[in-house]
């Protein structure tokens, strides 16, 4: 299994929480493998494996866990997977998990478990026919090179004023500044330019040196024989 942590930071470029990537085969090396046997293990969430063989103690107490699930793995009994308090498990849905009764009696479900619930890949177009899903959602991911971020985040702050924003693919320092100050602010980032070094004097430094600390293994490509 191939797995990576990857920080979502705050304004402060203090890291707020940590969204588990993983798969199963190595699609980099085997790309054939990514049009075979697509629905193989398509009820399992490989990152409560991610998080139970890491370790929740190099992350940050306070700090939330992005964990994704598809249409499928979102009905998997949950809770025998989870061995972490509930409330910091964010539970990541894509656009593919539609706004139909099932799901949405579902999402109430985990919420009642304590459980949080983030949407990503939603578009535009999409917002008006996920409206009884979205009262149900903590935290939404907002792709500011895709949509207009700034009335996207007008849309949601008078709708849903308790919901999260993240605002992803940040890869530069020009767009993190902008955001932050033209745009108004989001509640996390996550993109490339947190992952770059930055150059002062004859040191080099990242942004998030700090935080490195707190997860030593957060950037890394790790395998895990599960």
């Not at 790309?31 to 046997?37: I, M, N, Q, R, S």
């Not at 849905?93 to 459980?115: A, F, G, N």
Request: net charge negative.
């Amino acid at each position: 299994m191939f797995a990576t942590l990857i920080p979502l930071f705050d304004d402060k470029m203090q890291v707020s929480a940590y969204s588990v990537v993983a798969q199963k085969k190595n699609l980099f090396v085997n790309t054939e493998l990514a049009t075979t046997g697509r629905l193989d293990g398509a009820a399992e969430i490989l990152g409560f494996d991610i998080v139970d063989s890491v370790g929740v103690d190099v992350l940050d107490p306070e700090s939330k866990i992005f964990i994704e699930v598809n249409p499928i793995s979102i009905f998997t009994d949950i809770d025998s997977l989870c061995h972490v308090p509930h409330e910091r498990i964010v539970l990541m849905m894509s656009h593919q998990v539609k706004p139909t009764k099932q799901y949405i009696d579902r999402v109430q479900e985990l919420k009642d478990k304590d459980y949080r619930i983030a949407m990503r890949k939603l578009q535009v177009q999409e917002f008006e026919a996920y409206k009884e899903l979205l009262p149900l959602v903590d935290c939404i991911l907002l792709d500011h090179k895709r949509i207009n971020v700034e009335k996207a985040k007008v849309y949601f702050r008078s709708l849903y004023p308790r919901m999260k924003l993240c605002a992803v693919n940040v890869n530069s320092k020009e767009d993190f500044d902008r955001l932050i100050t033209e745009e108004g602010g989001y509640d996390f980032y996550e993109g490339t330019f947190f992952r770059m070094p930055i150059t002062s004097g004859q040191k080099e430094l990242a942004p998030y040196k700090n935080q490195l600390f707190k997860a030593p293994c957060m950037w890394s490509m790790i395998r895990i024989s599960i």
